[in-house]
């Protein structure tokens, strides 16, 4: 008997650097080897959008070439609760705020009750989006996931995370090839290692990342 395809879910993952050149370090971690959605790999922060995201108000907007790559693949109300839900979900895996100074809504959802206490709001206007992927039919769950890259200094806090990613820590970049990682975050990696020598084209399209019958499958825009 056919079965009903899973329908891939928002997702988003935050990218986060500090250092320069060859000394530049990504933060990731490891997730648990029991959870069911690629066990005991290594990855950067990151999860699926909550409906609430769209709705938070932020410090400043997605600039106006990220907004119009993004929406090409949702709207423009999507695409900002997608870059939000980077923000947050960093947030609870890490404790860094991608923040700036700002008064957010009296009933500010709570999972963005930290930003709104710490008197801060969520600030969209430095991420640069880089790539996306969606999981491949088959799979115990489906993510159409979204890659952002910020720099540490734009953070707020204290790395500390909530026991949802292991070993999470700062890695030298050309080191994270070498970690224990899936298929694209190898290919997302190169990505940012590409942005990191200077070598990645201004304005070039967004890598979009499958597989299709077990072939990877890499196309643009």
Same mark, same amino acid.
């Given at each position: #008997?056919?079965?009903?395809?899973?329908?891939?879910?928002?997702? /988003?993952? *935050?990218?986060?650097?500090?250092?320069?050149?060859?000394?530049?370090?990504?933060?990731?971690?490891?997730?648990?080897?029991?959870?069911?959605?690629?066990?005991?790999?290594?990855?950067?922060?990151?999860?699926?959008?909550?409906?609430?995201?769209?709705?938070?108000?932020?410090?400043?907007?997605?600039?106006?070439?990220?907004?119009?790559?993004?929406?090409?693949?949702?709207?423009?109300?999507?695409?900002?609760?997608?870059?939000?839900?980077?923000?947050?979900?960093?947030?609870?895996?890490?404790?860094? #705020?991608?923040?700036?100074?700002?008064? #957010?809504?009296?009933?500010?959802?709570?999972?963005?009750?930290?930003?709104?206490?710490?008197?801060?709001?969520?600030?969209?206007?430095?991420?640069?989006?880089?790539?996306? /992927?969606?999981?491949?039919?088959?799979?115990?769950?489906?993510?159409?996931?979204?890659?952002?890259?910020?720099?540490?200094?734009?953070?707020?806090?204290? *790395?500390?995370?909530?026991?949802?990613?292991?070993?999470?820590?700062?890695?030298?970049?050309?080191?994270?090839?070498?970690?224990?990682?899936?298929?694209?975050?190898?290919?997302?990696?190169?990505?940012?290692?590409?942005?990191?020598?200077?070598?990645?084209?201004?304005?070039?399209?967004?890598?979009?990342?499958?597989?299709?019958?077990?072939?990877?499958?890499?196309?643009?825009?």
């Amino acid at each position: #008997m056919a079965t009903k395809k899973m329908r891939p879910r928002d997702a /988003a993952s *935050l990218i986060l650097l500090r250092g320069e050149g060859r000394g530049t370090e990504i933060l990731m971690g490891r997730r648990e080897p029991r959870q069911s959605f690629m066990p005991g790999v290594f990855v950067c922060p990151g999860g699926a959008v909550d409906r609430s995201d769209g709705f938070v108000r932020s410090a400043d907007e997605l600039r106006s070439d990220v907004l119009a790559a993004l929406a090409t693949t949702c709207t423009a109300h999507r695409a900002r609760a997608i870059a939000l839900a980077a923000i947050r979900e960093t947030y609870e895996e890490t404790g860094l #705020m991608l923040a700036r100074p700002g008064a #957010m809504a009296a009933r500010t959802p709570a999972s963005w009750r930290p930003f709104a206490d710490a008197g801060l709001a969520p600030a969209l206007g430095g991420m640069e989006y880089i790539a996306r /992927a969606v999981t491949p039919p088959g799979r115990p769950r489906r993510f159409h996931a979204r890659f952002f890259l910020v720099r540490s200094n734009d953070t707020v806090g204290s *790395l500390a995370g909530n026991g949802e990613l292991l070993d999470l820590d700062w890695y030298p970049l050309q080191a994270a090839f070498g970690l224990p990682i899936a298929g694209v975050t190898k290919l997302v990696l190169k990505e940012v290692a590409q942005i990191v020598s200077g070598a990645a084209v201004a304005g070039a399209a967004i890598p979009f990342f499958t597989r299709h019958r077990g072939q990877r499958m890499i196309s643009y825009g």
